[in-house]
């Protein structure tokens, strides 16, 4: 018998990372996930970029390009130095600036919102939920 308190959930934010190759277009590939849970303190990213998906898409994706812009997304989420200017911000700041509609390479989803007990579980059940291919999951 546990004599620890059981962790009660907390609202938890998250978007969904997605490379758009050619705007006109409309197709994306989701690469990521951005969460933020403010009562833990937690603002982070995973990004995983199936190039080979990417590339049937539009097979003259500049991947070079593309994975610059998405490893940004993590090192703003954990602030410091390589976040540049934007570390100065909140993680609250930062999630929003992240999260923040944009006619770009690289776009996010709405902002949903769930609840855990767990940040960082949350935040890998989104990415196999959301990312990953059944076969990269397994």
């Known amino acids: ?40 303190s937690f603002l982070e990213a995973r990004v995983e970029l199936d190039e ?24 703003i989420c954990a602030g410091g130095k390589h976040a540049g200017p934007l570390a100065a911000l909140s993680r609250r700041e930062r999630f ?8 770009a390479l690289i776009q996010t989803s709405p902002v949903h919102t769930g609840r855990c007990t767990d940040p960082l579980a949350a935040l890998e059940a989104l990415m196999r939920k959301m ?5 990269a999951a397994r």
Do not use: K
């Not at 907390?10 to 705007?23: E, G, L, N, S, T």
């Open 1 to 40: 018998m546990s004599t620890q308190p059981e962790a009660r959930p907390a609202i938890y934010d998250y978007a969904i990372v997605r490379v758009v190759p050619r705007a006109e277009r409309g197709e994306f590939l989701n690469a990521g996930v951005i969460l933020a849970c403010q009562d833990a």
């Open 52 to 75: 080979a998906r990417l590339l049937a898409l539009d097979p003259n994706a500049d991947l070079v390009t593309i994975t610059q812009h998405l490893a940004a997304i993590p090192a």
């Open 96 to 103: 929003d600036w992240l999260t923040a509609p944009r006619s």
């Open 131 to 135: 990312v990953r291919t059944s076969a």
